[in-house]
């Protein structure tokens, strides 16, 4: 296996490009990817000071060492979310790469600086624990974005995760979803615009990223994740990717090109209806935000 840049000796090969890398064309490539996609959706400014969501998987750290090598300014923040030995292994990853790069790491913990973690929070809400986890995340995310002057939030989404909860709007005819489903939303009523980089890049991509470029990451999945609808969806569209190369790039960026504005006035609909939470100001359709609910919730109403 050759590389198709350089003809050395390839590491990689990358089947929907048709196309084999060695290392430092890899690298390159993937560089390459994040500038094309950030040029092309205008998701950055070079002024931008950008807040990564890092969770010590290989996605939010090789966004975040990208983004870094590209000359943006951006800091990261590591949320604990009270997920046993989970957490705790993958907040010494985040700790980790921001100390061997110099790096500033924000941190908030759920626990300590809200009272609950995600497995009882979500019992006592009677939510499956990625939907408590899900809100709770873009909930702490956004405010931390405000509070500390953020223009932009990072999310380290590549494209298998994007197809993947494509597939499953669609499959479910989720319109107010699929009218939100971009790779940037921008900044409106008090929440921070946010980009999502990696979509030209799929997860096995990123993992080898990680490999070349020395970064340790959490390999183990989440413990909650079992039973989560998106690894089933991730599962059925590998199938097609292994028989047809190219389908899930061609799907997601489809979608965007030809679909996506379709659905966005049921997408704006909600929107208008946004109110200030009682409790925390975030923006929001109730009185009190589904953070703040959650919180209550898991705190037998004592929040
Ligand atoms: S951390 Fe949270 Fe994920 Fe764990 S509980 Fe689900 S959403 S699987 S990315
Ligand atoms: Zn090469
Ligand atoms: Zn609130």
Redo the contacts with the bound molecule.
């Keep these: 296996m050759k590389c198709t840049v350089c003809r050395g000796p390839a590491v990689m090969d990358v089947r929907r490009h048709n196309a084999n890398f060695c290392a430092e064309h890899f690298l390159k490539l993937c560089r390459d990817q994040v500038a094309k996609a950030i040029k092309e959706h205008r998701m950055l400014e070079p002024t931008d000071r950008a807040l990564v969501a890092v ?1 010590g998987g290989k996605d939010s750290l090789a966004v975040w060492d990208i983004l870094v090598g590209l000359g943006y300014d951006a800091d990261g923040l590591y949320l604990g ?1 009270g ?1 046993g030995d989970y957490s705790d292994a993958s907040g010494e990853m985040a700790r980790r790469f921001a100390a061997d790069q110099g790096l500033k790491l924000l941190e908030v913990d759920l626990p300590a600086d809200h009272g609950f973690d ?1 497995p009882t929070g979500a019992k006592a809400a009677k939510r499956v ?2 939907s408590a ?2 809100l709770s ?1 873009r909930h702490l995310f956004d405010e931390a974005a405000r509070t500390h002057g953020y223009d932009v939030v990072v999310t380290g989404h590549n494209l298998d995760d994007e197809a993947a909860v494509l597939f499953g709007n669609v499959l479910h005819w989720q319109t107010e979803y699929l009218g939100r489903q971009l790779p940037v939303l921008p900044e409106r009523h008090g929440f921070p615009r946010k980009v999502k980089p990696l979509v030209r890049l799929g997860e096995r991509e990123m993992a080898a990223y990680c490999v070349l470029r020395g970064i340790d990451y959490i390999v183990e ?2 413990p ?2 079992a039973g ?1 609808k998106h690894l089933g969806y991730k599962e059925a569209l590998n199938l097609i990717e292994a028989a047809s190369p190219g389908t899930k790039h061609d799907f997601y960026f489809g979608f965007l090109a030809r679909a996506s504005d379709r659905f966005t006035p049921e997408a704006e609909a909600e929107q208008d209806l946004l109110l200030r939470c009682a409790r925390c100001g975030a923006p929001t359709t109730t009185e009190l935000c589904a953070f703040c609910r959650l919180a209550e919730r898991a705190s037998g109403g004592r929040a």
């Design positions: 969770s979310l997920i995600i624990p990625c986890c899900g995340k999945e989440c909650m994740a989560n």
